[in-house]
């Protein structure tokens, strides 16, 4: 079993950055594809990116490649997402997820276990 916690979200203008972080409980993370996904109002939750177990992929959606990077500490149990020169089609609820699989994995349902989600909020 294991428990996310996101945070870091919030009000940014365009342009700035911010950065989130997502905390996992347990004593396997480094067993586990971490991904970030975001939802807007009224879309379907949508990929942004995600890190294999020790790191050595990476890959990230179209819209945000360039711009955000995914990271973690196996050490501290933590996943970050970097974003950078944001816009406002970035508004959304970013979400973490975990999945008990070394590989790129672009789609939630591989991941079985999710955070609550944190706000990004991004004015023009």
């Known amino acids: 079993q294991v428990q996310l916690v996101e945070s870091g979200g919030g009000l940014v203008q365009a342009g700035g950055s911010l950065r989130l972080s997502c905390a996992a409980s347990g004593r396997t993370f480094s067993m586990y594809t971490m991904g970030w996904f975001r939802q807007a109002p009224g879309k379907e939750r949508e990929f942004v990116g995600c890190?294999?177990?020790?790191?050595?992929?990476?890959y990230y959606a179209d819209s945000v490649k360039g711009r955000f990077t995914v990271s973690r500490d196996n050490a501290k149990n933590t996943v970050y997402l970097q974003m950078n020169s944001l816009k406002p089609e970035d508004t959304a609820v970013y979400y973490c997820a975990a999945a008990r699989i070394n590989r790129v994995l672009t789609t939630a349902g591989p991941y079985n276990y999710w955070g609550q989600g944190t706000q990004v909020t991004v004015s023009s």
């Open positions: 890190i294999t177990w020790n790191g050595g992929n990476t």
